[in-house]
């Protein structure tokens, strides 16, 4: 049995799709199959770039009324499945959100999860999913054994988002049900700390820093600089820790992932946790003390 | 206040990791140590604890071979007992069962407020078993805390986005998975340290838990070199290199 049905859970920022929903539909169009966008809240001016990118069918929860997506999307998506449509896999982005839908739909279904993936591929029966460890060094092939719907989570960037599908991208209702305590966390404010200049993950130029800098105020070279190259600044997940710049600065494993023309790395070691968010980077600088550093 | 903590015993992340040649999974075998994204977990804990004037932390952990050194650091740092799930069975277990298997260990471990535990561990890293623990127990939960307030019935969390941060209120008991930087973790006192050897820790197995069939549904079936990346130019500076990078940027027309 090759697969039939693939769903995505997929995200927009208002009428904007998100770029990993994009790469994900592009790549679950390619494996055969109909492609299913399951969105949590509204698809709205979205679900025209979700059809382009391969989407035949579009679910949306609805409004979730502030409340996080994770028991909601996960009810819903229950909900189409017991109701008869049954996907072989649905592929999540690994991100806060992708992360707690894929983890209560798990219980839900009692499947297992496979997660930090990069590649997936369909052999006969068999799905298949790679996924880099010891900071990418190494690549780990697993297959997934049991019963269907797969439920597996891809890094970004993993897949190029190609659109001209033209899928039919007909949006459907898929109401949660019931949440219970499940459904006591509700956001009351959200906050936005994006710098100035192009996105992070989207620059063609990235000037990272990390603790060989010093101290807090050097941090501003690696500002200037990235302004200077019209590139963003980014930042080791130890100076993030250590709180010389926020959470949204981080490049790495637990931060963004960047594949910029040019990754400008200065005072950072190259952990592993750091090197998963910028090894794919067609140039790379290293300023350094240490000749050794990675 | 009675917080529990889901912690994490590793192999020690400074040494290069290994796996096991004959099933592809991570050796752990070694001696293990605290996974560091936890002890963020357990000073928050016992903040918490301290704000509220009364209860205590409980420790829960899964691992191998009655392995308990991590545990006793963060007893050291002042949790008051806990709950080991040590069972062969459980080797090389998927996040499903590992959140399956806590969820018990922390029904095991008594009343509690508020359950807390990493992000992801630093050797695993699925990044789902705060969440499933959660859906397991029927609880709300809110992952990626970087600030974490008790107030009376409800728990209010700052929660790290894409973007920054959302403001999240959550009834109580919950779920909450804290990030690296959330709190400073003490060092354990001497007297800490002395204290921790006499705590109890109730050792289990799978079965004591009343979870009897143990497998999972995925499978490691081989492990690939990634391609090696060229290896790089060095140049040592003599205080003019600058000029090697314009150079070099230059020529990748981005300047």
Redesign the interface.
Known sequence: MTLNNIWVFAQADGDTASTATLELLSKANTLGGSVTAFVAGSAGGAAAAFADHGAAKIYETGDLAGSLPGPAVSSAMQAVISGGDAPDVIMFPQNYEGRDVMARLSVKLDRTVLTNSTDITVDGDSVRVQTPIFGGSKLVNSTFTGERPFLAAFRPKSFEAAGGAGAAGEVVSAAAGELGATGGATVTAVHVEETSGPKLDEAAVVVGGGRGLGDAEKYDMIETLAKLLKGAPGASRAIVDAGWVPYSYQVGQTGKVVKPTVYIAAGISGATQHMVGMKGSKNIIAINKDKEAR | MNVIVCVKQIPDPAL??E?DPST?TLKRDGKLILDESDSYGVEMALQLVNTAGDGSVTLVSMAPNDEVSGLRTALAMGAEKAVLVSDLALAGA???TT?KVLAGAIGRAGDFDLVIAG??SSDG????????I???L???????A?TITVDGGTVKVD?????????????LP?VVSV???VVEPRYPSFKGIMAAKGKPVDTVTAADLGIEAVS???????????PA?EA?E?I?DDGETFNK?VE??DG?K??
């Open positions: 290069p990791g796996l592809n998927d996040a499903l959140a992000t992801e890293y699925t990044g789902t078993v705060p969440e499933q959660a859906e397991v029927g609880l709300p939960s809110v992952g990626f970087k929660r790290q986005t894409e973007a920054g941060y959302d403001e999240v209120t959550c009834t919950a990030t690296a930087g999972w549904a995925q499978q490691i079936t081989s492990v690939d070199d990634a990346r790089g060095v040592e990078i070099f940027l990748l981005v300047i």
